[in-house]
């Protein structure tokens, strides 16, 4: 007691003596641009005439987009057979792609709803062109399913709607699931994205129309649905904003689960696991970031966005990078771990497989891009060199499509009867198809980047230090806490 | 000037400066007013004496309409109209229709939630008098707006542009209705 009392009674005089380490929070937006730069910088990107390099690039970018254009018009005029998948590897490159894509797709989910969720404030630069490449990835991804169906023409069966047969859909199935979550989330995606962009949309009204460009004012203005950035809208607008974020969270992460299922619920060794859903779902925001990174990096030098996408948001990306790549490589160590302790032969025989069969290549390719690459990520100078992580973003982009190429593929090709092995190699189709699915991407995104302003401009105001109202007050370092 | 003005408005260059004049608009009484911010600024809800949203009603609404709809449609279907024998599993159970209701539990209260906020909020409208105020472009750029429409009981042409001169506001001006 008495020690205590000696304690606290001392406490006072060192406590005085002690000075807290002040932190300072990372500038979200770079030399103390002002609202009219935020506004300029992002609607100029819009407004001002075609750059000779979009033509350029938009003209690449539908010759590979023809690409897919012209293997599924062959594939339509003749059949599923002209894609490489045979018996026993009945499904391969198009559910690899389609799962690919998906996964892609979550990052902009993540980066819009999470982080909105979790408040973290960097977000607001690389959150309108990550929910747009989640659009556009949800677009590549939905070919592929649709189209391997061999008749398109009878896609619509995937929906409950009444047909001649009287017969309804089977949801008993997690491919009936699937059809769900994905258009769910192609929706919801759309949807988050529509009504995030309409404060800006109306910034770009009022700029057409102060230019007397009352055509494309009229245009923006249909989209901007009359926004008048009213206190009374913002409010209701901000909590309709966070319950969307607060409903894509668990969307996000049930789309990958459901469709780790059309895996998991199988009873094929290799995809009958229940670690699929969380390592899917981790797999796919690593994916995601990587493609985030392959598409900001660039924009970002393209339009001297320096200021808006600071060096602390790419730190933030490529850390994410790592936790996420690191899940997936505990993920892969961990089924290893867990084919040899469930003691069942053929899981056991599947992984051996994988790592040293016919294609310990693909399984090789994808522990490197994926376990590897990522963690240079820890290193200060590698994240500060730019064209170091755009490159290292490639090859996360790549080994993330052979694990979806391991998952499917090694399993179906050696099961549990070896008289019915195989071993799958695509068609020169199945390469044209997925090949031009990049350009189907990029034609969209460059259209984007040619209409939509490119960052949320309302949402970077927001968060730069003179739009706190209470700044004036008091000294910058206890505003800081404000 | 109108006959018969929409009300006045008046403009502010910070959101400090907005935050206290919202703060005095509202202590003076007044309930048929507005600001105009080309972001949402932290604190303006309560300094403006605003209620919570409403919007959280209609997600709610939309959610287990959502649920339900997947719940009944699953056992509508797949019991009801035209059970079929698939894997020997039960026809309906609440466990595989409940991937597909929770899609359509977040679907549905995506739209519920846009359609109430734009419902609550009154838009779309393309033609307010707030949108005709010559300056208003800037709006959504980077200046800030108070606006107390002549309908608010209290609204007196002398008076309130004293309280919005006194506010801080300057460019005061009538808005045409």
Not at chain 2, 21 to 45: E, K, M, N, T
Request: charged content about 15%.
């Amino acid at each position: 007691m008495a020690q205590a009392a000696e304690q606290s009674a001392e406490a006072p005089a060192i406590l005085s003596e002690v000075r807290p380490a002040s932190l300072p929070r990372a500038e979200l937006v770079g030399h103390g641009r002002s609202f009219s730069w935020i506004t300029a910088k992002i609607c100029g990107i819009a407004e001002e005439k075609t750059p000779a390099w979009w033509w350029w690039c938009f003209g690449v970018a539908c010759v590979i987009a023809s690409f897919t254009a012209g293997g599924l018009t062959y594939l339509v005029a003749t059949g599923v057979g002209v894609w490489g998948h045979r018996s026993p590897t009945n499904w391969a490159w198009p559910i690899v792609n389609f799962v690919f894509w998906i996964g892609i797709g979550h990052a902009g989910t993540l980066i819009s709803a999470i982080l909105c969720l979790l408040r973290q404030k960097w977000r607001t630069s690389i959150n309108r062109s990550a929910e747009a490449m989640t659009i556009f990835a949800v677009v590549c991804a939905g070919i592929f399913p649709v189209f391997h169906l061999g008749r398109i023409w009878y896609s619509w069966f995937l929906f409950p709607l009444p047909n001649s047969n009287e017969i309804w859909q089977n949801y008993r199935s997690p491919l009936e699931w699937d059809v769900f979550a994905v258009s769910t989330y192609g929706t919801v995606s759309v949807l988050f994205w529509y009504v995030g962009m309409i404060p800006d949309l109306a910034t770009m009204r009022d700029r057409f129309a102060s230019v007397g460009k009352l055509l494309r004012a009229k245009i923006y203005g249909v989209f901007a649905m009359g926004w008048r950035g009213s206190s009374r809208h913002w409010s209701n607008y901000e909590m309709a904003y966070l319950i969307l974020a607060g409903i894509s969270t668990p969307l996000v992460l049930s789309v990958h689960t459901i469709v780790s299922f059309d895996f998991a619920v199988s009873m094929l060794p290799g995809w009958h696991t229940t670690i699929f859903p969380p390592y899917f779902v981790a797999g796919a925001i690593f994916s995601g970031f990587g493609m985030v990174l392959t598409l900001v990096l660039p924009l970002r030098a393209v339009y001297k966005l320096e200021d808006l996408v600071t060096q602390y948001h790419i730190d933030c990306m490529c850390k994410i990078t790592l936790a996420t790549g690191s899940m997936v490589g505990y993920a892969y160590a961990m089924e290893f771990f867990i084919a040899w302790y469930g003691a069942n032969p053929f899981e056991g025989f599947t992984f051996i497989n994988r790592a040293f069969g016919p294609y310990a290549w693909a399984y090789w390719i994808m522990v490197t891009c994926n376990v590897v690459t990522p963690q240079f990520f820890w290193f200060r100078k590698v994240r500060e060199c730019t064209w170091l992580v755009w490159v290292l973003s490639l090859f996360v982009n790549c080994g993330m499509w052979f694990e979806r190429f391991v998952i499917i593929v090694t399993s179906l090709a050696r099961d549990f009867l070896p008289s019915s092995w195989g071993y799958f190699s695509p068609t020169v189709v199945d390469i044209f198809t997925f090949f031009g699915t990049f350009g189907v991407f990029s034609v969209l995104f460059l259209l984007f980047i040619r209409f939509c302003p490119i960052m949320a401009v309302a949402e970077l105001k927001a968060v730069t230090p003179q739009a706190n109202p209470h700044a004036g007050h008091a000294p910058a370092e206890e505003s800081a806490h404000g | 000037m109108a006959e018969k003005p929409y009300g006045l408005i008046a403009t502010f260059d910070d959101t400090g400066a907005l935050l206290r004049a919202a703060q005095r608009v509202r202590d003076a009484g007044y309930r048929d007013w507005d600001c105009i911010s080309p972001f949402p600024i932290h604190g303006l809800d309560k300094a403006m004496g605003l209620p919570r949203s409403r919007v959280p009603r209609f997600s709610l609404a939309g959610g287990i309409t959502g649920f339900c709809t997947g719940m009944t449609m699953i056992w509508y279907m797949d019991k009801f109209d035209y059970a079929l024998t698939v894997g020997g599993k039960p026809f309906f159970s609440p466990l595989f229709a409940f991937p597909v209701s929770y899609e359509l539990t977040i679907l549905f209260t995506a739209f519920a939630t846009i359609g109430g906020m734009f419902f609550v909020n009154r838009l779309p409208r393309h033609h307010h008098p707030v949108l005709n105020y010559e300056h208003m472009r800037r709006g959504t750029d980077d200046l800030f707006f108070v606006v107390i429409e002549r309908r608010d009981p209290r609204y007196d042409a002398a008076n309130t542009r004293e309280l919005l001169e006194q506010a801080g506001g300057r460019d005061i001006a009538e808005l045409e209705g």
